[in-house]
């Protein structure tokens, strides 16, 4: 089994930042692909920043780019997101996936995923 814990999130002011991290451990994987999620009320999970495998890669969504950064810790299966100039579209549930091998745009059900912590943005 893998278990995937987030930490940190909370309120925050528009224009203001916060930092987000996620660590996954268990089962038999060394190593994992990470990547962050979010999803706001009545609305569908989207895909937000993601670190590839072998830790050299990252992907942004283009709304994030420029304001968030993702990096990753491979020694600890950790990966963390700072997340600087937010907005109150920013305001979600933020959800960290790991995979043995990689994280694409989709959310996909062979991920492993945390249980979400609370990113708000007030205006």
């Known amino acids: 089994q893998v278990q995937v814990v987030e930490s940190g999130g909370g309120l925050v002011q528009a224009g203001g930042s916060l930092r987000l991290s996620c660590e996954a451990s268990?089962?038999?994987?060394?190593?994992?692909?990470m990547g962050w999620f979010r999803q706001a009320p009545g609305k569908r999970r989207e895909f937000v920043a993601a670190?590839?495998?072998?830790?050299?890669?990252?992907y942004y969504a283009d709304s994030v780019k420029g304001r968030f950064t993702i990096s990753g810790d491979n020694a600890k299966n950790a990966v963390h997101l700072q997340m600087n100039s937010l907005k109150p579209e920013d305001t979600a549930v933020y959800y960290c996936?790991?995979?043995?091998?990689?994280?694409?745009?989709?959310?996909?059900?062979?991920?492993?995923w945390g249980q979400g912590t609370q990113v708000t943005v007030s205006s």
């Open positions: 268990g089962r038999t994987f060394s190593r994992y692909a």
């Open positions: 996936a790991a995979h043995p091998t990689r994280i694409t745009a989709a959310p996909e059900n062979s991920y492993y």
């Open positions: 670190v590839s495998w072998s830790g050299s890669s990252t």
